[in-house]
């Protein structure tokens, strides 16, 4: 396989002296347990780490480097003496808990949709748009993981040529919808298999052998709120309030990954030479520049890249480009996004 220009926008090791204190929010869910995990993997001085779940899961211990933590339940919790707390549960449960962590004086990388477009709240994909975080904000809001693998891209490519128009067609993976909806696929899998009865509990179609075109609820628009996502929030992390972005999700039965099948036209006049070398620049990008070589979801799943593939000139547009992007949903799509922006908080703030 032929790629070129992997490189990470993390602290590596680090110059940070101070010891850090930690909660988890939706530590037992599938991000949750991500960022558990890449945070135990980290450089990060963490000296107590807490996890907040629901009441089901009070009580589980887990281990974290040299510690065991038992999870409390997140509706009783305080918060008092964490630094941060990292969020992975709905919108609704982010709007109850997140205000009472700020006002404990923690700061809150929450990965739930219910801050990401307030004008107070900083959406940060690292690559593209860190500065935008100051001291100030106590909440921070980590875009919906069919975003965070986009923008990086629109961004390269806006650099380049400025971004005329863009259309998305997203093929998403299960786990984007939780834990439920991966035992779902498997579950619906083998009874279609076995030509046994199966109820459904979480997608509104069959996903065994099927495509849903409609992620999350759909809105007065005709689009559904996953489209809504990518339009609104891509918009806002790119600084470009009236680009013209169009969006079509859609949930196949793959475990894990998400993929996007992105179409860009650009103002300027730009080779394609041009493209690859501004993608080859993307922290964290890893690209098939070959029109051969493409890379999948299962390729990227338990990885924490964005990999693009397939790119090459949309013949029928004056300056328009055809891209295929992917990455793991769970990983650079919710838990180590936030773990990036932790890394940097730590460096920056702490
Ligand atoms: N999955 C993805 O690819 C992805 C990507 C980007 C953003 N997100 C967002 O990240 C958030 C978490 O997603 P997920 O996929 O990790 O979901 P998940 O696997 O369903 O996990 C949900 C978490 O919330 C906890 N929870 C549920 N009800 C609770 C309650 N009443 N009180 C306290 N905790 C409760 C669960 O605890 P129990 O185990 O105790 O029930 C679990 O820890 C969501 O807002 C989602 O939209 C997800």
Redesign the pocket.
Do not use: K
């Given at each position: 396989m032929n790629y070129t220009g992997l490189r990470f926008e993390r602290c590596g090791e680090t110059t940070m002296t101070d010891a850090i204190r930690v909660g988890i929010?939706?530590?037992?869910?599938?991000?949750?347990?991500e960022m558990a995990s890449l945070l135990e993997s980290s450089s990060l001085p963490v000296s107590e780490l807490r996890l907040?779940?629901?009441?089901?899961?009070?009580g589980e211990r887990y281990a974290f480097r040299d510690l065991e933590v038992e999870?409390e339940?997140?509706?009783t919790a305080l918060f008092d003496g964490l630094d941060y707390i990292l969020?992975?549960?709905?919108?609704d449960?982010?709007e109850s808990y997140v205000p009472r962590a700020t006002a404990t004086g923690c700061r809150v990388i929450d990965?739930?949709?219910r801050f990401r477009m307030d004008d107070t709240v900083p959406l940060i994909v690292p690559e593209v748009n860190f500065a935008a975080v100051t001291d100030a904000h106590r909440i921070i809001a980590?875009p919906?993981?069919s975003t965070?693998q986009l923008v990086p891209v629109l961004n390269a490519l806006h650099e380049i040529g400025g971004l005329a128009r863009v259309v998305v067609s997203s093929y998403q993976?299960v786990?984007?919808?939780?834990?439920?909806a991966l035992d779902e696929l498997f579950e619906e899998t083998r009874a279609l298999m076995n030509q046994t009865e199966y109820q459904r509990d979480v997608f509104p179609a069959r996903i065994a052998f099927n495509c849903i075109p409609a992620i999350d609820t759909f809105l007065e628009n005709g689009y559904t709120k996953e489209e809504m996502k990518i339009i609104n929030e891509s918009r806002k992390i790119l600084g470009i309030p009236d680009l013209k972005i169009t969006a079509t999700c859609v949930r196949v039965p793959v475990f894990h990954g998400?993929a996007e099948s992105v179409n860009v036209s650009l103002e300027k006049e730009t080779s394609l030479p041009a493209v690859l070398e501004a993608l080859t620049n993307v922290p964290g990008l890893l690209l098939f520049p070959e029109s051969s070589a493409y890379p999948m979801q299962c390729d990227v799943a338990g990885q924490d890249h964005i990999a693009v593939g397939r790119v090459r000139r949309d013949e029928s547009l004056p300056c328009g480009y055809n891209l295929w992007v992917v990455a793991d949903?769970?990983r650079k799509?919710?838990a180590l996004n936030a773990i990036q922006i932790l890394e940097q908080l730590v460096r920056v703030v702490h």
């Open positions: 929010a939706g530590a037992t869910g599938l991000v949750g347990e907040f779940a629901s009441a089901d899961s009070a999870v339940e997140l509706g969020g992975a549960t709905s919108a449960l982010a990965n739930s949709s980590n919906n993981c965070i993976a786990s984007g919808a939780g834990r439920d998400h949903n769970v799509g919710a």
